[in-house]
């Protein structure tokens, strides 16, 4: 689950970033409404928590922008704000959830769930592969309807293949699902998590394509 986090208070952003990862979120941090808005167009994130007051380009722009491209990525404001105003003028221009500062990181959390699954409901139904199953709304995985249990990463790494059955996925685009900008990439971390997903899922399910990367296995082979 990848998201992005923009705040310009680094003591803020720090602490949200640091308690997100640790509910094994991989969290891209930026701390204006240009980088925001640059990166939200150029990767795909579950969610975004936004402060409205960054320099720049105000959160409220961004939002406003971000959705008349289109663009559903579910969005929690966050500001310091509290004035009834402030709070319309945000749902108003297509905010998913408003949290007054300070708040409590449980709570975010809570906000996150339920943004992603209610966009879930609408844009993510069950991933079926080949007897595996993959539920992005609660993140639970069956292999011939018996329930398996995945870690964080394991997860993310699941649903990038099993958003894109048919595809070859370069290591790079893997890498790309499993971590957040800056984080260190243990050389064979890709490998071991490969290696984890066979075992619970079947040792074929995953097929290595050497030199190129790796696809789920297809109905026909
Ligand atoms: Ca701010």
């Known amino acids: 689950m990848r998201i992005l986090l923009v705040e310009d208070d680094k003591l803020l952003g720090d602490g949200i970033r640091a308690g997100l990862m640790l509910a094994s979120y991989a969290v ?17 994130y579950d969610a975004c928590i936004l402060d409205i007051g960054l320099p720049k380009m105000d959160g409220i722009s961004v939002l406003r922008e971000l959705r008349q491209h ?28 408003y949290l007054t500062k300070p708040f409590d990181l449980g709570e975010l959390e809570a906000h996150i769930r339920a943004v992603v699954r209610r966009a879930g409901d609408v844009a993510q139904p069950l991933l079926v592969h080949r007897g595996v199953t993959l539920d992005p709304a609660s993140k639970l995985a069956g292999v011939d309807g018996k329930p398996v249990s995945l870690s964080g990463r394991e997860y993310a790494l699941l649903l990038d293949f099993m958003s894109h059955p048919d595809h070859l996925r370069s290591r ?11 984080e260190e990439v243990e050389s064979n ?17 995953i097929q290595t394509v050497r030199g190129l990367g790796y696809r789920l296995r297809s109905d026909g082979k």
Do not use: C
């Open 172 to 182: 790079a685009q893997l890498e790309e699902s499993l971590y957040a900008w800056g």
């Open 70 to 97: 289109n663009n559903r990525t579910p969005v929690i404001v966050l500001t310091a704000r509290d004035t009834k105003t402030d709070k319309i003028i945000g749902l108003d221009s297509g905010a998913d959830h």
């Open 189 to 205: 971390a890709l490998e071991v998590y490969i290696h984890h997903l066979r075992k619970k899922l079947g040792s074929d399910f």
């Open 28 to 44: 891209d941090w930026v701390r204006d409404g240009e980088m925001a808005l640059r990166a939200l167009t150029d990767h795909s």
